[in-house]
């Protein structure tokens, strides 16, 4: 499973997607928790392929690329539901 939180690094959610991921990342050092700037070209290819047009946005993908999960926007889903979305 692939944890991704697609966002826009030079907004108002920059610094509390930020934080969220070393948090996460601190909790669950197993897990693979990635922050993706939409302004790059392959974070705006993901918006593209998972219909994501709001930010920030945190998908969860299975080893085939189909999506398991979406949290759309403010507030950050919880972190024990993330990771078991990652353990599954």
């Given at each position: 499973m692939?944890?991704?939180?697609l966002?826009?690094?030079?907004?108002?959610?920059?610094?509390?997607?930020?934080?969220?991921?070393?948090?996460f990342?601190k909790r669950n050092?197993?897990v693979?928790l990635?922050?993706l700037?939409?302004?790059?070209r392959?974070g705006?290819?993901?918006?593209?392929t998972?219909?994501v047009?709001?930010?920030p946005t945190?998908?969860?993908?299975?080893?085939?690329?189909?999506?398991?999960?979406?949290?759309?926007?403010?507030?950050l889903?919880l972190?024990?539901e993330?990771?078991y979305f990652a353990?599954?």
């Open positions: 692939k944890i991704v939180i966002y826009h690094p030079q907004s108002d959610h920059s610094r509390t997607v930020e934080d969220y991921v070393y948090e990342s050092p197993e693979s990635e922050a700037s939409v302004d790059t392959s705006s290819n993901m918006a593209r998972y219909d047009v709001q930010y945190m998908i969860a993908l299975r080893e085939n690329g189909e999506l398991a999960q979406s949290w759309p926007g403010i507030p889903p972190m024990n993330v990771a353990f599954s």
